[in-house]
């Protein structure tokens, strides 16, 4: 087989600060752990025509003790059918660029693993290559220097998981449209319940966006109102009716978020179905007062549920939807979504969900 070894990671323009207060060595003994945001890692089956896949993750350097720990260098190195297939190592700007300290390693229910521990660096893995089913595990040797300039190296071997979906899922509403925007590996949603995330516009038969061609009312798209669907059987463990739809296309106005998410993000009226085995799904941005489920209610497939609209942050009527691991998108991890009546969920593909 042939490989081309070449650099592939994703930098992000983040500068490298050390934390804690004041220049400090680390005990050659104190135990440094390597973890990862999400806590699984799941190929996203990008563009399988061309055989492109990845996967985007943060590698999180957990210590015991606060202090200044900074990246030196990262070597990863691939695992396919128990021999390394391709190598690369990441020091200096580059290593630099790839830092990150504001992610939080969070569990399900929103608490902090059990302290004492630390999270000084955290580091955008992302990969995007052909050929990348036969991936099954990465090794990753993270040396970082202590406050004294002292180096410390920490391993760890990640395996790359091919998500089996269990429930049966198709998409959330009827008729055409186009996906707006897609998960994290097509410059998409990057949160960390939002990696496979989609927002879906409704089109009308030719395809077009609004019913009243000029119009900038956000009752004039041709999806305003579409009848939302539950994409799987389940329960709504979560739902919100009560959000006011933003009046102006183009524009998400603060004013009309929900006093928890001052700075965006606000999911609007939503409806959470739980799916069982372990799969959720989050549907937003519905219509006010179009919610028809309550917590606890039991849904069938393609059952009615809302309508499309504009409430929380958003600027033009859509949905976004979601696949994850728990009830809260909060802190909940993505999931890779398939919908047996749309395959294509990459930005700009058009679509007809019968
Ligand atoms: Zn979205």
Known sequence: MSITISRRSMMLGAA??????GAKAFDNALPLRLGTVPTRIYRSVFNPRENMDGWVFFLMLEASEDGPLIPVSLRIAYHAAGEVVREEVVRGPLLA??????ISPARLTGDAPDP????PQALRIHCYLPHAPMIQELGLQLRVADGSGIEHQVE???PIIDFQQRAALIFPFRGPGIISQAGV?????RNRSGGFAIDALGLDENHGPMRAPGSDRPQDYAGWGRPIIAPGTGVVVRARNDRPDQPRDGVSDPAYFAPEYPGGGDVGNYIVIDHGEGEFSLIAHLRLGSVRVRTGDRVAQAQPIGELGNSGDTSGPHIHYQLQDGPRWEYADGLPVRFANVSNLTRGSYFNAR
Do not use: C, E, F
């Open 156 to 158: 760890a071997r990640i």
């Open 116 to 119: 004492p521990a630390y999270w």
């Open 185 to 189: 590996l097509g410059g998409g949603h």
């Open 97 to 102: 660029a790839m830092a990150r300290q504001d």
């Open 16 to 21: 490298l600060v050390p934390l804690g207060v």
